[in-house]
């Protein structure tokens, strides 16, 4: 079967346009396509916008069941200059919690007020 022959045949058979016509197509198809684009977009805000709501109504729904717990107590003391807050012990004895503060300060060469320890346990 002669494949040249095939083509030139298809070719023959279609029908011409003329340069004005085949622009009038052009322009056609890529409004068609921007609209379609324009249009999903226009689909996925809304939809981001419902779910956002749906989102923060759920927030506000659990931020309104969970109770207000009572502020801090007026006992406890603020933190000193140039500490990072508390640290939590965990097994450890005051003594022991310096030295390991005292030796990742000089490991790191970094001073110790700029550090901040949240908790020390000992591990077994």
């Not at 070719?11 to 890529?30: L, Q, R």
């Not at 419902?50 to 006992?75: G, L, R, T």
């Amino acid at each position: 079967m002669n494949y040249a022959l095939l083509a030139a045949k298809a070719a023959d058979s279609g029908t011409k346009m003329e340069i004005g016509d085949a622009a009038v197509t052009a322009v056609f198809g890529y409004v068609v396509v921007f609209f379609g684009l324009i249009l999903l977009m226009a689909v996925l805000y809304v939809s981001g916008a419902i779910f956002k709501s749906k989102e923060a109504k759920a927030n506000a729904a659990k931020s309104a069941a969970v109770p207000v717990k009572e502020a801090a107590p007026a006992a406890e003391a603020p933190a000193a200059p140039g500490s990072a807050g508390h640290v939590k012990l965990h097994g450890v004895p005051d003594k022991e919690a310096a030295m390991i503060m005292a030796i990742v300060a000089d490991k790191m060469q970094t001073p110790l007020n700029e550090l901040r320890f949240i908790s020390i346990k000992e591990v077994k």
